[in-house]
Nanobody
Framework: QVQLVESGGGLVQAGGSLRLSCAAS????????MGWFRQAQGKEREFVAS????????QYTDSVKGRFTISRDNAKNTMYLQMNSLKPEDTAVYYC???????????????????WGQGTQVTVSS
């Protein structure tokens, strides 16, 4: 089993920045890829970004390209999401996820991930 704990959420004004962290523990050697998803109130959870553990290949949803950066520190078993130029529509609960496999074509599908964190709230005020 892998345990994931997110941190770094909070309240920020539009145009501001936040950095989310996701610390993994347990059987971290089994992780092949990780991702960030978010769920706004009243909406379905959606893909934000993902990263391959082997070659750091990254993927982003179109709405965050150029503003968000996903990265990882294998030595610390931690993944990050640097969020810049935040917009009110970025307001959501952000979840990190980890998978025992990384799917280069279907990385955006939630069922491709085996482990999930509890989520951290990000609120962007206008």
């Amino acid at each position: 089993q892998v345990q994931l704990v997110e941190s770094g959420g909070g309240l920020v004004q539009a145009g501001g920045s936040l950095r989310l962290s996701c610390a993994a523990s347990g059987r971290t050697f089994s992780i092949a890829g990780m991702g960030w998803f978010r769920q706004a109130q009243g909406k379905e959870r959606e893909f934000v970004a993902s990263i391959s553990w082997s070659d750091s290949r990254t993927q982003y949803t179109d709405s965050v390209k150029g503003r968000f950066t996903i990265s990882r520190d294998n030595a610390k078993n931690t993944m990050y999401l640097q969020m810049n130029s935040l917009k009110p529509e970025d307001t959501a609960v952000y979840y990190c996820a980890a998978g025992n496999s990384y799917y280069t074509r279907t990385y955006y599908l939630q069922h491709r991930y085996d482990y999930w964190g509890q989520g951290t709230q990000v609120t962007v005020s206008s």
